[in-house]
């Protein structure tokens, strides 16, 4: 049925939830064409390059396109923050047309998190992002379904993600390797993914491939399964990329505290952890495995204080006079 096996299946015609779950289990996502109302994806894409055009970062131009201006920000916080305060965003992330497919999906009602990346990925600059499974970032919060939305018409130029069909049944933990900057977090994370093109957990590239993608329209919404291999092409085109991924899962199912917080609440987390880390004087591995330690099971602020005792407990101090 369908020809090409370079592009996503639509799953429109999937009328019955049954079928809709049996697809999802088989392929590990579902892609629907033009089923969010173009007024609400419209709404937050007209409000998104308002924020961006006032940060100087987008020209302004009759078609309302977000052609880059060339200005390079150091720090996208205070814009990451105003795109978070937009009503439209909060509306669009946890709107009636996604909650349906999800509710769908898991049978049950769903949460839809907080923690909701608003990617603006500007022309050539930044890697694009390497083959990942998102159960990999939150592997201690229960199992979730992602819902990735684009805001603006993206082609091969642009980039926009792209999948493997039925990965998430063949790929898990062994897949990965061991590379120098894995667990990094924060700016340190950044730095080195800007040197070394490191930016998440990988899975070489020698073990990946069967891609598949589209052509993304405004309307759009591609569901994936938490454990499918996914990743971004580069944008070679003048443009910002534009999209969003939002999360959800079972409401009766344990919702992580990160869930709650925004993505900018995130990054003013995870930076106040590193300056904590740095100031105790971890090593880059004892970095890592506090931060997680501390992250994923107890979720509370990371403090110089807290870093040191995590320390004496890895390195007792040794009996008697040396
Ligand atoms: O949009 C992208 O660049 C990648 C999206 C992604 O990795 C995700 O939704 O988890």
Known sequence: MYADSTVLKESNENSNDTELRQRFDEDGYLFFRNIIDLKKVNQTRSDVLDVLCRFGLIEENENN??????????????????????ESYEQLRQCNE???IMERLWGAPV??????????????????????QDYQLFFRGGRFSVGWIPLMDIDESVGGIELIPASHKIFSETD????????????????????KAVLLPQIPP???????RTNYQLGDLL???????????????????????????????????YAKMTDCEYDGYSRRSEDA??????????????????????????????????????????FGAF
């Open 65 to 86: 396109e977000p052609i880059w201006s060339g200005k390079v920000l150091a720090d996208l916080i205070d814009v990451q923050t105003a795109i978070y305060a937009l």
């Open 98 to 100: 996604i909650m349906t």
């Open 111 to 132: 949460y839809s998190w907080k923690l909701v990346p608003v990617r603006t990925q500007p022309p050539k600059a930044g890697t694009p992002t390497p083959a990942h």
């Open 176 to 195: 990965y390797a061991l590379l120098e900057g894995r667990f990094l977090t924060g700016r340190a994370y950044s730095q080195v993914a800007a040197e």
């Open 206 to 212: 020698e073990k990946v491939g069967g891609f598949v």
């Open 223 to 257: 569901v994936l399964h938490d454990m499918v291999v996914h990743r971004s092409l580069p944008n070679v085109s003048k443009k910002f990329r534009l999209s969003m991924d939002t999360r959800f899962q079972p409401q009766d199912s344990h919702i992580p505290w």
């Open 277 to 318: 880390l740095l100031e105790a004087g971890a090593t880059q591995e004892e970095m890592q495995r506090i931060f997680w330690k501390i992250f994923y099971f107890e979720g509370t602020e990371i403090t110089p204080t807290r870093v040191r005792a995590e320390l004496r407990r890895y390195n007792p101090p040794l």
